[in-house]
């Protein structure tokens, strides 16, 4: 074996899962960075939900010509990029790499992505990484979308890690994760959002996640995003919108009794009505959201009860 040989031999082994849905404009500079990926050894598992642009044929023709990349088979359609995910987690064979990590169709990943992150979850010991992301829009616009403010004891009941195309996990934590979706199955297919549950998931159960504030992946913007950057004031009306109609609580209430809050300290009433819920989240307002723009915002939405 040459010493070239021996080096991939070592590579740590990153396991991507990839959903799609008519993403045909955007995929292959995608796929493109995912493979071009240094330091890792990748394999691609992709789950597309019946696109009807081109994009399952161009895949096919890919995994075809690609013996690390696999395509599952086509079946009912999904509907949402969690669901999607949650069937990626499902079927995949986890067990391929040594870290899994999530990835959407329309990015462009640097070049040392997955192996700063495995570095770090080296690092710091954490089964699970996450990072900050450069956004940028068709107009040539660009914007730093900041995560890596200091965790906090609720945060995770109240907003994922930061966009799931950063997520990194040690294989025998997303195999946990598996396990969880696989006994909960229908209700966790009722989440709207795969990397809010699969954060709150790992901090309630004790599993340390680190989050990068070094950004390693360029965030796409466009008006097919299913969920975009929050950024801007067009994204404080949005998430005032979504307080105001009753999502926003109806994702935690989900959250909460998926992941049992009540063992980690916080009541199951999280995102019920009531004194005692509204009390409770104003004694911890500062507990329940990492930034302080957001945690202000979320107290003046309890206390004048828009929340």
């Not at 096919?60 to 009912?76: D, I, K, Q, Y």
């Not at 009722?190 to 950004?215: Q, S, T, V």
């Not at 019920?272 to 003046?300: A, M």
Request: aromatic share 12%.
């Amino acid at each position: 074996m040459t010493r070239a040989e021996q080096a991939d031999a070592h590579k740590p082994r990153v396991l991507v899962l990839l959903a799609t849905f008519n993403g045909r404009q955007w995929i292959e500079p995608q796929v493109q960075s995912i493979l071009a990926q240094t330091g890792v050894d990748v394999r691609l598992v992709v789950s597309d939900d019946n696109s009807t642009d081109g994009t399952w044929e161009w895949l096919t023709a890919l995994a075809e010509s690609h013996g690390e990349v696999t395509l599952l088979p086509r079946g009912t359609r999904f509907g949402g990029a969690a669901r999607n995910f949650f069937r990626l987690i499902r079927d995949a064979d986890l067990a391929q790499g040594d870290f899994v990590a999530l990835a959407d169709q329309d990015d462009i990943w640097l070049p040392g992505k997955l192996v700063r992150a495995v570095e770090m979850i080296g690092r710091t010991g954490a089964a699970a990484y996450s990072g900050n992301v450069t956004a940028f829009w068709p107009d040539g616009r660009s914007a730093l979308i900041d995560k890596a403010q200091e965790q906090r004891r609720f945060d995770y009941m109240f907003e994922a890690a930061g966009p799931g195309c950063t997520y990194v996990l040690r294989s025998t934590a997303m195999q946990q994760f598996r396990q969880f979706l696989l006994t909960h199955w229908e209700p966790a297919n009722e989440a709207a959002l795969h990397d809010w549950l699969m954060y709150a998931w790992c901090r309630a159960n004790g599993l340390k996640w680190f989050i990068d504030g070094e950004p390693m992946l360029q965030y796409r913007q466009h008006g097919n995003n299913q969920f975009g950057a929050n950024h801007g004031m067009a994204a404080a009306r949005s998430r005032l919108r979504m307080m105001r109609s009753g999502w926003y609580r109806r994702e935690i209430r989900r959250i909460a009794a998926l992941v049992d809050a009540t063992r980690v300290g916080a009541p199951r009433s999280l995102a019920s009505d009531g004194t005692v819920p509204r009390l409770f989240l104003l004694r911890h307002w500062r507990e329940l959201r990492r930034r302080t723009r957001d945690q202000l915002f979320f107290f003046v939405t309890v206390m004048f009860g828009i929340y």
